[in-house]
């Protein structure tokens, strides 16, 4: 059985792809997570932890944007107030 990664906090952390998620805590408005304008065709890179990916845009967990590697199977799972400083958009 996988891990379970829990989302009763407000901290940005990697997982590996394969844990499973606990339902979330707390949860945003539709109108909040559109405002940040997260896709799944665009590329971004998240640095966190010491490590920079390029990410894709998974889905929103939450109050958790969470975004996957496929370079090393992680979970980058980014509390949504650390999103402008953690993740930019590649051109």
Sequence with gaps: MPNTERFNNNDSWIARGCNGLAAPVHTLDDETKAGYRLNDTDLYVITLE???RAVTF???HGCHALFYSPFDDWRFIIYFLDLRKLV???K
């Design 88 to 90: 930019k958009r590649k």
């Design 50 to 52: 010491s490590k920079t």
């Design 58 to 60: 998974e889905r929103w």
